[in-house]
């Protein structure tokens, strides 16, 4: 088996798939914490959610057995957020975001995305995405097929900064409670991916105080790079 250097550190490939399955256990255990403690039965019973975390340039490293389509936008997602922010991006932030026009799908599928920092230097992103019952608009579940417009769809959350410090801002909150059909069950949804995103951090901040952040970064590549040869080699099978 071959080694990657990381300056003066070799990382063996063992030690990068018990890395990987860590982070993998981490992303399976925000899917627990979203289907325990959500209100809407579309998460709950469907599992309409999915979670991941993604690097700090936002390229997703691992992800749940959740709904492909969520894990697809992730990216897109997370990079919407480094672009509005940039610099600003400080830890103890959440940011929330649905909208069509940045990554997202319909208004109803809402994605939290929560920055990590190790020793003050951004490491990744936690993301989950979960699809409420209901975010307002022209009719009840917030899907309307006579909609002509995306105003008719409920509220936009154009990469808000729902949290400052780890402090959930009340005022961003309260226009959701306002603005919704089902305000208890949307502020418990938002709570149970909440939750979700910051047991990431906690696990993910595990997981570099174990192994460093060199081992941890080269992982990251590792997944990445395999990724894509297995990928490339199943595509290259087509007929």
Known sequence: MTQQHVGVLEVDPVTQEIVRG????TVDEMGIV???CSMSPVIYEVLDFACGICDPRGQLIVQTNGITLFTGTFAIQVDSIIRKYGDSISSGDVFMTNDPFDGGTHT???ALIKPIF??????GFSIAVAHWSEVGGAVAGSISPSATEIYQEGIRFPGLRVCRKDVVQE????LIRENTRLPTMCVGDFNAELAAVRIAETRFKEVFHKYGSD????TFDYILNSSELLSRKAISDLP
Do not use: Q, S
């Open 22 to 25: 860590k982070l993998l256990a």
């Open 34 to 36: 979203i289907a325990r």
């Open 108 to 110: 109803c599928d809402v």
């Open 118 to 123: 190790i020793k003050g230097t951004l490491e």
């Open 171 to 174: 005022d961003i909150l309260e």
């Open 215 to 218: 081992v941890v970064r080269a």
